[in-house]
């Protein structure tokens, strides 16, 4: 049964910090792995998608890595800011498109 | 492109009630739709999947009759939570995948903004 686990659950940053988020899965055998931003409340914005067969993909400050030998996934953020305060979620998926989800990491940068 | 909606955003109910919630994918025709529930500070937790026209997939230990699923047309589906207890108030968020064709990309899950369920 695929697990996924994030670390660390919670962050607290100063604003231009550079930071790692970190995700691990137990099944290396996925379909994509996605990085997701939840405000409070809110419902989820796709942030960054990897193919199984990628290693990595970039949207302006935002980097994502992808082991899958190793299952591992890491969300880098440059020059954090206020802004990108929220809950970031890791999800895999298999080909049926089931995705399951870590449990998430809260990121709080301070002005 | 690759809008969801979903209504009510938040809604409070009686014990023992029902409640409908609707998702739509407002731009794009979806294939699949996906019911999630999610607890406070917790991840989200895939409840069923649901395709246009046939019955839908529940996972294991959802019960199907308390959660009915609905996926009328490629556009709308609903959750029903029958009779309603406490223990059923959560957050419950929808998503939609897409038929091929077109600028969407059918690898991934639109998401919906997420239903806020109170049982009082």
């Known amino acids: 049964k695929q697990e996924v686990t994030q670390i660390p659950a919670a962050l607290s940053v100063p604003e231009g910090e550079n930071l790692v988020l970190n995700c691990s899965f137990t099944?290396?055998?996925?379909?994509?792995l996605q990085w997701f931003r939840q405000d409070p409340g809110k419902g989820l914005t796709s942030l960054l998608l990897?193919?199984?067969?990628?290693r990595e993909q970039t949207s302006g400050r935002l980097n994502a890595s992808l082991d899958k030998s190793s299952g591992r996934s890491t969300l880098y953020i440059a020059a954090s800011q206020p802004g990108d305060s929220a809950t970031y979620l890791c999800?895999?998926?298999?080909?049926?498109?089931?995705?399951?989800f870590g449990q998430g990491t809260e990121l709080s940068v301070k002005p | 492109g690759a809008v969801v909606s979903q209504h009510p955003s938040r809604v409070i109910c009686k014990s023992g009630t029902s409640v409908k919630i609707e998702c739509r994918s407002l731009?794009?025709?979806?294939?699949?739709m996906f019911w999630y529930r999610q607890f406070p500070k917790k991840s989200l937790m895939l409840m069923a999947t649901?395709?246009?026209?046939?019955?839908?997939?529940?996972e294991q230990g959802v019960e199907k009759d308390k959660f009915l699923i609905n996926h009328a047309s490629l556009t709308l589906s609903t959750l029903t939570v029958t009779s309603a207890h406490p223990e059923d108030s959560s957050f419950y968020i929808c998503?939609?995948?897409?038929?091929?064709?077109?600028?969407?990309?059918?690898?991934?899950?639109?998401f919906g903004p997420g239903t806020r369920l109170t049982v009082l």
């Open positions: 998503s939609a995948s897409r038929l091929a064709g077109g600028l969407v990309r059918t690898d991934t899950q639109y």
């Open positions: 099944d290396s055998a996925i379909y994509n």
């Open positions: 990897i193919q199984s067969s990628q």
């Open positions: 999800a895999v998926s298999n080909q049926g498109g089931k995705l399951i």
């Open positions: 731009d794009f025709q979806a294939t699949t």
């Open positions: 649901s395709n246009e026209g046939s019955k839908a997939t529940y």
